[in-house]
């Protein structure tokens, strides 16, 4: 539906107010990172406006929980930033409430064939580019070397091979963190056993059939054999404590949680590897970060919006991000620089994101994470078995979705 948005830099007589007048534009950029980027994306947005007299940028870090709602609460009041640092299945969602500005021929997008395909696929909707890709990222196995080796305990491969080390690991609160809390990390599970939780093409819930119910089965047969620890709360938190305390010596996690994870544990003690594999194989999912324009802008802001965009997805700027943060470009002739490809978290990760599972990216996709998350605790917490938690979770998804 198409929103009649006060435009945020509008004043009243219509002037960029944004310019504050002396025709400087004022770009408001909004971060979701965690603390440990937040320096390196602060320093980065801040120098689009070195040396310009006609720019300025405003960087607010908003951090992760609630991102999403602020900015679509704020949208329509005219209060939304020039800029939003949004998630892969946010940009439908933002678009089909027409929050973004269409990109496509705009200053934004420079040398889009330079995209990764994957990365570009999630910027568009209804055929229209609505967003800049910024990094691409997928779900892998961290483990602490030096636990492994002293345990005598190969990398695992499976969720049977994990199964096998309890015994090895006896000095340790479990094997591998199972986070229990936020429903993406589900999908590795789903995946392994050839499910997934829906099929956008034929409109059909899949979360309850075999494949679903075995994916549950398999997390449940990791507690129960010790294999694993879990949380049904604050599993961010507990899951990094957990490994930087060495109380457990594996846990599936993403780029974002590298440099921390270096911090708890040793750089030279991390190991990345694919997630463990389930019975029908292995994946895991794409995530990853675009950015957005707002459509509210008057005209001297939302180009100055364009260009910042174009800037923060340069290959110089993506190149410095990768070198600080190991997150992973988001264009191919990154990958070619030096200090990129010689970067052993970008060697393990770019492989695997180029074969991470992509999602659907419709506006629907955005309300299944947390029917699954609030379905599942209750068999993490042994009140519901793997079939009457993925039949409650399908129930909910044909609820929500009015698919087969
Ligand atoms: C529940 C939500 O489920 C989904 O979100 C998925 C997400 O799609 C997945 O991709 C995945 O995100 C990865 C991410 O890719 C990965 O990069 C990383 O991010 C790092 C950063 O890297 C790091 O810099 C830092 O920021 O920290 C970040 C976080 O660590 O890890 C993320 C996973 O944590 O997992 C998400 C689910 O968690 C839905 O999209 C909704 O958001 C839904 N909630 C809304 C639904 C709305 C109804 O329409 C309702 O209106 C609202 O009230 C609710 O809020």
Same mark, same amino acid.
């Given at each position: 539906a198409a929103l009649a948005l006060t435009a945020t830099a509008c004043g009243s007589d219509g002037d960029d107010a @944004?310019?504050? @007048? #002396?025709?400087?534009?004022?770009?408001t950029y909004w971060d979701t990172s965690n603390e440990t980027e937040a320096k390196v994306f602060r320093a980065v947005a801040e120098e689009f406006a070195e040396g310009r007299d006609d720019v300025e940028v405003d960087y607010v870090n908003i951090g992760w929980d609630g991102a999403q709602d602020r900015f679509k609460n704020a949208a329509p009041t005219g209060e939304a930033p020039h800029v939003m640092r949004t998630e892969v299945a946010w940009v439908s969602d933002f678009a089909s409430l027409d929050y973004l500005a269409p990109l496509d021929g705009t200053p934004a997008v420079e040398n889009q064939d330079d995209y990764l395909e994957q990365a570009w696929a999630s910027t568009q909707y209804d055929g229209t580019t609505y967003a800049v890709p910024q990094v691409?990222?997928?779900?892998?196995?961290?483990?602490?070397?030096?636990?492994?080796?002293?345990? @005598?305990? #190969?990398?695992?491969?499976?969720?049977t091979d994990i199964q096998d080390s309890v015994d090895a690991f006896e000095g340790l609160e479990a094997p591998f963190y199972l986070r229990g809390d936020d429903a993406y990390w589900f999908l590795p599970y789903l995946y392994g056993e050839g499910g997934d939780l829906v099929d956008a093409?034929?409109?059909?819930?899949?979360?309850d059939d075999a494949a679903g119910v075995a994916a549950f089965q398999a997390v449940q047969d990791l507690l129960d054999s010790g294999a694993a620890i879990t949380d049904t709360t604050d599993g961010w938190e507990s899951m990094m404590s957990s490994f930087g305390n060495g109380d457990v010596a594996m846990m599936i996690n993403g780029p974002w949680a590298i440099n921390d994870a270096r911090d708890a544990i040793g750089a030279e003690n991390l190991g990345v590897a694919p997630v463990p594999a389930g019975s029908a194989g292995q994946g895991s999912p794409q995530g990853g970060w675009n950015y957005g324009v707002y459509a509210g802008l008057g005209e001297a802001d939302m180009t100055a919006a364009q260009e910042f965009v174009a800037y923060m997805s340069s290959a110089d700027v993506q190149q410095r991000?990768? $070198?600080?943060?190991?997150?992973l470009p988001t264009r191919?002739?990154?990958y070619e620089a030096e200090s990129v490809a010689a970067n052993e978290m970008v060697e393990f990760f770019a492989p695997a994101v180029e074969v991470a599972? $992509?999602?659907?990216?419709?506006?629907?996709?955005?309300?299944?994470? #947390?029917?699954?998350?609030?379905?599942?605790?209750?068999?993490?917490?042994?009140?519901?078995?793997p079939e009457e938690t993925t039949a409650a979770i399908a129930d909910r998804y044909r609820e929500l979705l009015d698919w087969q």
């Open positions: @944004g310019s504050g @007048g #002396d025709g400087k534009v004022t770009v691409i990222d997928t779900l892998a196995l961290f483990y602490n070397e030096q636990l492994l080796d002293e345990a @005598g305990v #190969d990398v695992p491969e499976s969720l093409d034929s409109e059909t819930v899949t979360v991000i990768t $070198e600080e943060l190991s997150l191919s002739s990154v599972h $992509e999602r659907a990216w419709i506006p629907q996709a955005n309300s299944l994470f #947390d029917p699954l998350k609030e379905e599942a605790e209750a068999m993490l917490l042994g009140r519901a078995t």
